[in-house]
Structure formats: structure tokens, C-alpha cells
């Protein structure tokens, strides 16, 4: 099996977190992983960790326009059958992480699927577990599944290079919504892993952050699904959240 898989790591001034991402990769069994850091020209001591822990990866450091023009230069830069984007402080959960997704994802088929999807773990800054994500990914998924949310976290959502637009920079928090949301409309197969495809840090949004992010995703939703399928969904969720 060699097939490549690109990973991407996108990062800025992220010394506190990368070790964590920057372990993970390096510490996987499967050898045919090409790895993409592409950093916001840091000035404290990531590219240092970089260059200790990943020497072999491609390392691009200069300005840009914030994290999607990042992702854009990362599938620029990507040569593999595979994209996957694995942030600063995000880790894969285990050593044969991508060995074992891709056995298994050859195992159901004789050909390997458009996408590959999994669940996501939280974690701390302790790397402490603090259990899955409150939406979980659908034993069937198509591009008219995040109608109900974002199902598939974005770290653990893998996908053909071929199928990949670059991100829409006219959204400033919910690209990786609507970018899932393309490609799973130019995908025809897709293949669920039964574990975690990824270990997600969860710091928190600010308050401010989090109004301009449910904003955005509501335009995301509005201009995929329509207006009216967009406005039920959210008052279904908001009749959900009232009754727990």
C-alpha cells in the first residue's frame, strides 16, 4: 500500500500547542505521508520545533491572510491522493492512525472512497480526554448531511486531493463548512471509520467569535441548502436546546 497521504498543518506564533500535532505525525507507522507546515511567519519558537521534531517536512513561513488562505497554500503545496488538515494542538490518536484508516477503508471496497470520515475526540491542554464531540458522524454521509450541523469535524474528515477547491475567503470562521460541503458534493464514495480519526484541542471561542462564526454558517447553510431548509433546521435546533 502506497498510497500518500498529505497532511497540512496550518500555524501562527503556535509554540504552546504544535509539539502535540508535530509528535503525532512523526510518530506514525505508515511511511508514505507527505507533511505540510505552512506558518504564519511566526516569531516565537515554532519554526525551532519544526525543523527539531519534523525535519522532513515541507515548511513554508511567510504572511497571509489568516488560516484559509493558510489551508489554500497547504493544498497548493499537497501531492497526495489524500488531504488532510490537522490544526496546531490537534493530534492523531494513535501511532497507525493513517496505516490502519486506509487498511480498513480498502477493506470495504476494491477502490478507495472520494472521502474517508471518523468521529473526533476533545482534548485539553493536558491532553486530557474529555470525551467526543456533541455532533457525531452519521453512519451515511452525503453533501445534504450538514443540513443538520457540522457532523464530520473538519480533522477528521479526509479527502481526495482531485475533488479539493481551495477555501472561500469571503468567510472568516465557517470556510471548512462550506468547503466540506463541495467537496462532498463532487465526492460519489465514502467510507466511515469505526474510531477516532483525530484528538481536537479545545480552547474555546470568544463570545464575540462565536456570534460572527453562527452568523456566517447560517449565510454557509443559506447558500447550499436554501433559505427555508436553513431557517427550519435552526429553529429545530433551537426547539432541541430549549427542551434539554
Known amino acids: 500500500m502506497d498510497i500518500k497521504v498529505s497532511i497540512i498543518t496550518v500555524c501562527y ?8 500535532t508535530l509528535r503525532s505525525v512523526s510518530r506514525q507507522t505508515y511511511p508514505h505521508i507527505e507533511y505540510i507546515i505552512i506558518d504564519g511567519a ?3 519558537n515554532t519554526l525551532n520545533l519544526v525543523h527539531e521534531i519534523s525535519p522532513q517536512a515541507i515548511c513554508i513561513s ?9 489551508m489554500n497554500k497547504g493544498l497548493r503545496q499537497a501531492t497526495g491522493e489524500y488531504v488532510w ?6 493530534a492523531l490518536p494513535k501511532e ?4 490502519t484508516m486506509l487498511a480498513e477503508a480498502l477493506s470495504k471496497d476494491k477502490e478507495l472512497p472520494d472521502i474517508i470520515y471518523g468521529d473526533c475526540m476533545l482534548i485539553n491542554e493536558h491532553d486530557e480526554v474529555l470525551g467526543p464531540r456533541r455532533l457525531r ?5 452525503n453533501w445534504r448531511s450538514f443540513r443538520k450541523g457540522m457532523l464530520v469535524c473538519h480533522q477528521s474528515f479526509i479527502a481526495r486531493r482531485e475533488l479539493c477547491p481551495e477555501y472561500d475567503l469571503q468567510y472568516r470562521f465557517s470556510a471548512d463548512i462550506d468547503w466540506c460541503i463541495k467537496v462532498m458534493k463532487r465526492a460519489h464514495s465514502y467510507c466511515r471509520i469505526d474510531a477516532p ?4 484541542l479545545h480552547e474555546g471561542t470568544t463570545t464575540n467569535n462565536h456570534r460572527a462564526s453562527l452568523i456566517e454558517r447560517f449565510r454557509v447553510m443559506r447558500s447550499h441548502y436554501g433559505l427555508c431548509t436553513t431557517i ?9 436546546k430549549t427542551k434539554r
Open 13 to 20: 506564533q503556535a509554540e504552546q500547542t504544535i509539539e502535540r
Open 42 to 44: 511566526s516569531r516565537d
Open 62 to 70: 511567510e504572511p497571509d491572510k489568516g488560516i484559509y488562505d493558510a
Open 85 to 90: 488538515f490537522l490544526n496546531a494542538g490537534d
Open 96 to 99: 497507525d492512525t493513517v496505516e
Open 137 to 141: 458522524p452519521p453512519h451515511q454521509l
Open 197 to 200: 480519526l483525530s484528538l481536537y
Open 232 to 240: 427550519l433546521w435552526h429553529f429545530l435546533f433551537l426547539f432541541l
